[in-house]
């Protein structure tokens, strides 16, 4: 496992065992704690979940159509096959609809909720995300301060505009970074406001890890860290059996780095049996994982996952956007699995 995922599985572990359980917006009773802190050293390691496969090309994609396209139209990502935004699309007749709770006499009541954009806004978010980037020219501003004016102590990119709160479809939940230069190494601190860790917190670290790294690279600095800091994460109510599954594969590895290669081989073997003998794939008997195998593969045939960039791009707006994304990999990235997670508005 990555430090990463030691350090992710600390954290469901702290939301499941200590977190209060509380109603919201959405409707779907979340699990929270109030406030955590994380850490990442770029130098040691890129930060990617092995403890459930992270689909790394659309996170990045999402990330350049906040930074680098700068665009708040879903149909952006659409057409790369990037579908994490369709929930919150605007429609043609310039309305966003939704299931959500509303507060009334003090309680929540479930309703339809219609709320309705000026003419222009459809098939967008609103005035979320990459409309305040390109509104406020805050990627160009960012890499010409960093080029120009290394040791600035304002070098802060807030996606948090109060003026355009009212239409956007949802308020940035990541929405604040500041930037430093020290010894020839660019770091960054992140701000999150609101964190659905299952589904969005791997994504937005992997993010902004990428996203340091491209902007180190055309500024001819080196990636250093990103410190990262979350008010409330949660976890929802119907996402606590896939976080489960996710503390089992954890524990499993855990368990069987301590044998040895034979025995892990030995093992390899008897699982890969077990899961040709299983005729009924939705039998409730159905307990040996393919989940299992591949920890035991990345046990025996240890890799490290590392970022590549194409060296030769030194401008930002030159990172390859298209649906290949031919600019950018993660290498060597070695999973335990898939692991689905429902979306909730």
């Known amino acids: 496992m990555t430090k990463w995922d030691k350090e992710y599985i600390k954290l469901c572990k702290k939301i499941l065992d200590e977190g ?9 009773n979340t699990i929270k704690i109030p406030a955590y802190h994380l850490h990442f050293d770029l130098r040691e390691e890129f930060p990617v979940l092995a403890t459930k496969q992270l689909f790394f090309r659309q996170a990045i994609l999402e990330m350049l159509w906040i930074y680098q396209a700068q665009s708040n139209d879903v149909r952006w990502l659409q057409e790369r096959n990037v579908h994490i935004w369709d929930e919150w ?30 003419e222009g806004y459809e098939h967008t978010i609103g005035t979320a995300y990459g409309y305040i980037v390109n509104k406020f020219q805050m990627t160009q501003n960012l890499i ?10 304002r070098m802060v990119m807030s996606l948090w505009q109060n003026d355009y709160l009212d239409t956007a479809v949802l ?14 190494y660019l770091n960054l601190w992140v701000h ?20 340091l790294s491209m902007i180190a690279q055309v500024t001819n600095l080196n990636p250093g860290f990103v410190s990262y800091s979350i008010n409330e994460p949660h976890i929802y109510v119907n996402q606590i059996d896939g976080i489960k599954e ?12 301590r044998m040895t290669p034979t025995k892990l081989e030995q093992l390899k073997i008897e699982l890969e049996n077990k899961l040709l003998t299983i005729e009924d794939k939705e039998s409730k008997e159905y307990i040996v ?40 990999k993660v290498k060597n990235y070695k999973h335990m699995g898939k692991l689905p997670f429902k979306v909730t508005q």
Request: proline letters at 5%.
């Open 20 to 28: 209060k359980e509380v109603e919201n917006r959405t409707g779907i």
């Open 89 to 118: 699309e605007i429609a043609e007749d310039g309305a966003w609809h939704a299931i959500q709770n509303v507060k009334e006499n003090g309680k929540y009541v479930k309703k339809e909720i219609v709320k309705k954009f000026p």
């Open 144 to 153: 010409k301060t960093i080029k120009e004016n290394s040791t600035d102590r």
């Open 171 to 184: 308020p940035s939940c990541v929405w604040s970074s500041e930037w430093d230069v020290t010894d020839g």
């Open 192 to 211: 999150q406001r609101s964190c659905d860790v299952p589904l969005g917190l791997p994504f937005n670290v992997t993010q902004y890890a990428t996203l």
């Open 246 to 257: 996710q503390l089992r594969r954890g524990r499993t590895y855990e368990s069987f780095s």
């Open 289 to 328: 994982t393919d989940s299992d195998i591949r920890i035991i593969d990345i046990i025996l045939n240890p890799v490290k996952p590392e970022l590549w960039l194409d060296p030769s791009i030194d401008d930002f707006y030159k990172f390859d956007n298209s649906k290949d994304m031919k600019h950018a």
